[in-house]
């Protein structure tokens, strides 16, 4: 699943300027989104998430990042796809996405966002970063997955994405960079 990719890089060198994590609560047909008030992706519609802190765990950060951004306790996250986000023009991210089928607590607006549930097949990608038209829809169909996105200022210029296996077949355990499938 490639689109040209006139930009290489050697993947076993490369590291992120920052890691960040993103939720996706799946509930029937629908998929929590949110609305970014601030920060990274201010303006824009993609599931809660953020930056990793120093002691994190990508999947502690996508817990605290989801209470915080809209009020809900995700108790068992689960990765679905490692994603790595190349610029020229800016920070290079690596990318944590996790899906979830239950949380508790009450959904609230906060400071940083507005939540909402949309329709899985229905979302507004338009709205959203440019690479989620590639490998979110794969995600909610429950694929696990790598990819690699290079970008020139904000615009996708080329991808690779490889599907791994279904996220609920592929042994994902405790979730770190040296994950084998990842």
Not at 94 to 118: K, M, N, Q, S
Not at 142 to 169: I, P
Request: glycine share 10%.
């Amino acid at each position: 699943m490639t689109n040209s990719a006139p930009l290489t890089f050697d993947s076993d060198r490369w590291q992120p300027d920052a890691e960040g994590t993103l939720l996706f609560l799946r509930r029937g047909g629908e998929v929590l989104l949110i609305h970014k008030k601030r920060g990274h992706g201010a303006g824009k519609i993609n599931g809660p998430g953020g930056k990793l802190e120093a002691t994190e765990t990508p999947a502690q950060c996508v817990q605290r990042e989801t209470l915080e951004e809209v009020g809900l306790r995700v108790p068992a996250p689960r990765l679905a796809a490692r994603l790595r986000f190349l610029d020229d023009a800016d920070d290079d991210w690596l990318g944590w996405v996790y899906v979830a089928d239950a949380a508790d607590g009450d959904l609230c607006e906060t400071e940083e966002a507005i939540p909402y549930f949309a329709a899985r097949d229905e979302l507004p990608l338009a709205s959203m970063w440019p690479d989620d038209r590639v490998w979110l829809p794969w995600v909610l169909r429950g694929y696990a997955l790598t990819g690699t996105f290079w970008f020139h200022r904000g615009d996708l210029l080329a991808h690779h994405m490889t599907l791994v296996g279904f996220a609920g077949e592929v042994a994902l355990g405790p979730v770190h960079a040296e994950d084998a499938w990842l």
